[in-house]
T-cell receptor, first 116, second 116 residues
Framework: AQSVTQLGSHVSVSEGALVLLRCNYS??????LFWYVQYPNQGLQLLLK??????LVKGINGFEAEFKKSETSFHLTKPSAHMSDAAEYFC??????????????FGQGTTLQVKP | GAVVSQHPSWVICKSGTSVKIECRSL??????MFWYRQFPKQSLMLMAT?????????EQGVEKDKFLINHASLTLSTLTVTSAHPEDSSFYIC????????????FGPGTRLTVT
Protein backbone atom coordinates (compact mmCIF):
# COMPACT_ATOMS: atom_id res chain seq x y z
CA ALA A 1 0.00 0.00 0.00
CA GLN A 2 1.10 3.53 -0.71
CA SER A 3 1.54 6.25 1.87
CA VAL A 4 2.84 9.81 2.09
CA THR A 5 4.50 11.68 4.92
CA GLN A 6 5.00 15.42 4.83
CA LEU A 7 7.61 16.53 7.30
CA GLY A 8 6.63 19.74 8.99
CA SER A 9 3.03 20.79 9.21
CA HIS A 10 4.05 24.44 9.16
CA VAL A 11 6.94 26.10 7.34
CA SER A 12 7.75 29.78 7.60
CA VAL A 13 10.12 31.60 5.26
CA SER A 14 10.95 35.19 4.47
CA GLU A 15 9.99 36.68 1.16
CA GLY A 16 12.78 35.97 -1.32
CA ALA A 17 14.11 32.98 0.62
CA LEU A 18 14.29 29.41 -0.53
CA VAL A 19 11.19 27.31 -0.06
CA LEU A 20 11.65 23.63 0.79
CA LEU A 21 8.67 21.43 1.57
CA ARG A 22 9.46 17.84 2.37
CA CYS A 23 7.61 14.77 1.20
CA ASN A 24 8.50 11.12 1.63
CA TYR A 25 6.50 8.31 0.18
CA SER A 26 6.10 4.60 0.52
CA UNK A 27 5.14 2.53 -2.49
CA UNK A 28 5.58 -1.06 -3.53
CA UNK A 29 5.44 -0.10 -7.19
CA UNK A 30 7.05 2.76 -9.14
CA UNK A 31 5.11 5.73 -7.86
CA UNK A 32 3.31 8.54 -9.56
CA LEU A 33 3.80 11.59 -7.35
CA PHE A 34 2.03 14.93 -7.20
CA TRP A 35 2.16 18.26 -5.45
CA TYR A 36 -1.00 20.29 -5.07
CA VAL A 37 -1.56 23.75 -3.61
CA GLN A 38 -4.71 24.89 -1.86
CA TYR A 39 -5.60 28.49 -1.13
CA PRO A 40 -8.16 29.25 1.59
CA ASN A 41 -11.67 28.06 0.80
CA GLN A 42 -10.65 26.76 -2.59
CA GLY A 43 -10.05 23.43 -4.25
CA LEU A 44 -6.65 22.00 -5.04
CA GLN A 45 -4.50 23.10 -7.94
CA LEU A 46 -1.92 20.80 -9.49
CA LEU A 47 1.57 22.25 -9.15
CA LEU A 48 3.53 19.45 -10.74
CA LYS A 49 3.70 15.71 -11.17
CA UNK A 50 6.21 12.93 -11.64
CA UNK A 51 5.28 9.82 -13.57
CA UNK A 52 8.29 8.56 -15.47
CA UNK A 53 11.37 10.03 -17.13
CA UNK A 54 13.26 13.04 -15.87
CA UNK A 55 13.47 13.03 -12.10
CA LEU A 56 13.58 16.82 -11.79
CA VAL A 57 10.13 18.09 -12.53
CA LYS A 58 9.24 21.70 -13.11
CA GLY A 59 5.83 23.02 -12.33
CA ILE A 60 3.85 26.20 -12.28
CA ASN A 61 4.72 29.35 -10.36
CA GLY A 62 8.43 28.56 -10.29
CA PHE A 63 8.13 25.38 -8.23
CA GLU A 64 10.06 22.23 -8.93
CA ALA A 65 10.48 18.85 -7.28
CA GLU A 66 13.00 16.08 -7.56
CA PHE A 67 12.12 12.41 -7.40
CA LYS A 68 14.78 10.53 -5.47
CA LYS A 69 14.07 6.84 -5.46
CA SER A 70 16.95 5.97 -3.12
CA GLU A 71 15.56 8.38 -0.53
CA THR A 72 11.89 7.76 -1.33
CA SER A 73 11.48 11.50 -1.43
CA PHE A 74 9.78 14.09 -3.60
CA HIS A 75 10.61 17.42 -1.99
CA LEU A 76 9.15 20.63 -3.38
CA THR A 77 11.36 23.68 -3.82
CA LYS A 78 11.22 27.23 -5.05
CA PRO A 79 14.31 29.42 -5.15
CA SER A 80 12.63 32.63 -4.03
CA ALA A 81 9.41 32.79 -2.05
CA HIS A 82 6.72 35.27 -2.91
CA MET A 83 3.97 36.48 -0.65
CA SER A 84 1.43 34.88 -2.96
CA ASP A 85 2.96 31.45 -2.27
CA ALA A 86 1.43 31.40 1.20
CA ALA A 87 -0.98 28.48 1.09
CA GLU A 88 -1.46 24.84 2.04
CA TYR A 89 0.59 22.32 0.08
CA PHE A 90 -0.25 18.65 -0.32
CA CYS A 91 1.96 15.87 -1.57
CA UNK A 92 0.18 12.83 -3.00
CA UNK A 93 0.99 9.42 -4.42
CA UNK A 94 -1.27 7.46 -6.71
CA UNK A 95 -2.80 4.15 -5.79
CA UNK A 96 -1.31 1.88 -8.40
CA UNK A 97 -1.96 -1.40 -6.73
CA UNK A 98 -3.72 -4.28 -8.37
CA UNK A 99 -7.02 -2.55 -7.84
CA UNK A 100 -5.85 0.38 -9.94
CA UNK A 101 -8.51 2.63 -8.50
CA UNK A 102 -6.86 5.85 -9.51
CA UNK A 103 -7.12 7.08 -5.95
CA UNK A 104 -4.62 9.58 -4.61
CA UNK A 105 -3.17 9.16 -1.16
CA PHE A 106 -2.50 12.56 0.36
CA GLY A 107 -0.06 13.68 2.98
CA GLN A 108 -1.27 15.71 5.91
CA GLY A 109 -0.35 18.97 4.28
CA THR A 110 2.15 21.73 4.99
CA THR A 111 1.15 25.30 5.63
CA LEU A 112 3.59 27.70 4.05
CA GLN A 113 3.82 31.10 5.64
CA VAL A 114 5.76 33.83 3.85
CA LYS A 115 6.91 36.74 5.95
CA PRO A 116 7.60 40.15 4.44
CA GLY B 1 -8.10 22.91 -19.96
CA ALA B 2 -9.15 20.33 -17.36
CA VAL B 3 -11.57 22.55 -15.50
CA VAL B 4 -13.88 21.16 -12.86
CA SER B 5 -16.76 23.13 -11.42
CA GLN B 6 -18.90 22.62 -8.36
CA HIS B 7 -22.28 23.98 -7.53
CA PRO B 8 -23.20 25.46 -5.18
CA SER B 9 -20.04 26.99 -3.76
CA TRP B 10 -21.71 27.28 -0.38
CA VAL B 11 -25.00 26.19 1.10
CA ILE B 12 -26.76 26.52 4.41
CA CYS B 13 -29.51 24.06 5.22
CA LYS B 14 -31.60 23.05 8.18
CA SER B 15 -31.05 19.85 10.07
CA GLY B 16 -33.02 16.98 8.56
CA THR B 17 -33.09 18.28 5.01
CA SER B 18 -31.14 16.97 2.03
CA VAL B 19 -28.59 18.84 -0.04
CA LYS B 20 -27.32 18.05 -3.51
CA ILE B 21 -23.88 19.11 -4.71
CA GLU B 22 -22.98 18.96 -8.39
CA CYS B 23 -19.55 18.33 -9.86
CA ARG B 24 -18.96 18.92 -13.53
CA SER B 25 -15.96 18.46 -15.78
CA LEU B 26 -16.30 21.39 -18.17
CA UNK B 27 -13.89 20.62 -20.98
CA UNK B 28 -13.19 16.91 -20.74
CA UNK B 29 -14.92 13.63 -20.12
CA UNK B 30 -14.27 12.05 -16.77
CA UNK B 31 -14.91 8.37 -16.40
CA UNK B 32 -13.91 8.60 -12.76
CA MET B 33 -14.73 11.29 -10.24
CA PHE B 34 -13.86 11.42 -6.57
CA TRP B 35 -15.55 13.02 -3.60
CA TYR B 36 -13.57 14.31 -0.64
CA ARG B 37 -14.40 15.86 2.66
CA GLN B 38 -12.06 18.29 4.35
CA PHE B 39 -12.18 19.49 7.92
CA PRO B 40 -10.50 22.75 8.91
CA LYS B 41 -6.73 22.62 8.88
CA GLN B 42 -6.78 18.99 7.79
CA SER B 43 -6.02 16.97 4.72
CA LEU B 44 -8.58 15.63 2.30
CA MET B 45 -10.50 12.54 3.28
CA LEU B 46 -11.65 10.45 0.34
CA MET B 47 -15.30 9.58 0.68
CA ALA B 48 -15.99 7.67 -2.50
CA THR B 49 -14.91 6.92 -6.03
CA UNK B 50 -17.55 7.44 -8.68
CA UNK B 51 -17.44 5.70 -12.04
CA UNK B 52 -19.79 6.70 -14.82
CA UNK B 53 -22.67 4.32 -15.18
CA UNK B 54 -21.90 2.23 -12.14
CA UNK B 55 -22.32 2.35 -8.39
CA UNK B 56 -19.91 4.41 -6.39
CA UNK B 57 -17.27 2.74 -4.28
CA UNK B 58 -17.30 4.10 -0.75
CA GLU B 59 -14.38 4.28 1.61
CA GLN B 60 -14.57 2.44 4.88
CA GLY B 61 -16.62 4.28 7.44
CA VAL B 62 -18.54 6.41 4.95
CA GLU B 63 -22.30 5.84 5.10
CA LYS B 64 -23.47 5.13 1.58
CA ASP B 65 -27.11 5.70 2.49
CA LYS B 66 -26.30 9.11 3.87
CA PHE B 67 -23.97 10.28 1.12
CA LEU B 68 -25.64 9.33 -2.14
CA ILE B 69 -23.43 9.59 -5.19
CA ASN B 70 -24.65 9.48 -8.77
CA HIS B 71 -22.46 9.61 -11.86
CA ALA B 72 -24.99 9.64 -14.64
CA SER B 73 -22.83 11.08 -17.39
CA LEU B 74 -19.18 11.52 -18.30
CA THR B 75 -19.27 15.13 -17.17
CA LEU B 76 -21.50 15.14 -14.11
CA SER B 77 -21.41 13.54 -10.69
CA THR B 78 -23.63 14.51 -7.79
CA LEU B 79 -23.32 14.07 -4.05
CA THR B 80 -26.50 14.22 -2.02
CA VAL B 81 -26.22 14.57 1.73
CA THR B 82 -29.45 13.08 3.05
CA SER B 83 -31.04 14.04 6.34
CA ALA B 84 -28.20 16.40 7.07
CA HIS B 85 -27.07 17.05 10.63
CA PRO B 86 -24.73 19.69 12.03
CA GLU B 87 -21.87 17.17 12.11
CA ASP B 88 -22.14 16.93 8.33
CA SER B 89 -21.04 20.53 8.06
CA SER B 90 -17.79 20.52 6.16
CA PHE B 91 -15.98 21.47 2.97
CA TYR B 92 -16.76 19.00 0.20
CA ILE B 93 -14.46 18.80 -2.79
CA CYS B 94 -14.81 16.77 -5.94
CA UNK B 95 -12.16 15.86 -8.47
CA UNK B 96 -12.07 14.25 -11.86
CA UNK B 97 -9.52 11.97 -13.38
CA UNK B 98 -8.46 13.21 -16.79
CA UNK B 99 -7.59 9.93 -18.43
CA UNK B 100 -7.73 6.34 -17.39
CA UNK B 101 -4.05 6.03 -18.14
CA UNK B 102 -2.91 8.78 -15.84
CA UNK B 103 -3.51 9.41 -12.19
CA UNK B 104 -3.65 13.14 -11.91
CA UNK B 105 -6.87 14.56 -10.64
CA UNK B 106 -8.34 17.97 -11.30
CA PHE B 107 -10.23 19.47 -8.44
CA GLY B 108 -13.34 21.54 -8.18
CA PRO B 109 -13.39 24.69 -6.06
CA GLY B 110 -15.25 23.00 -3.22
CA THR B 111 -18.62 23.44 -1.55
CA ARG B 112 -18.97 24.73 1.98
CA LEU B 113 -21.93 23.03 3.67
CA THR B 114 -23.30 24.41 6.91
CA VAL B 115 -26.12 22.56 8.62
CA THR B 116 -28.01 24.53 11.25
Amino acid sequence: AQSVTQLGSHVSVSEGALVLLRCNYSSSVPPYLFWYVQYPNQGLQLLLKYTTGATLVKGINGFEAEFKKSETSFHLTKPSAHMSDAAEYFCAVSDQGSSNTGKLIFGQGTTLQVKP
Amino acid sequence: GAVVSQHPSWVICKSGTSVKIECRSLDFQATTMFWYRQFPKQSLMLMATSNEGSKATYEQGVEKDKFLINHASLTLSTLTVTSAHPEDSSFYICSARLLATTYEQYFGPGTRLTVT
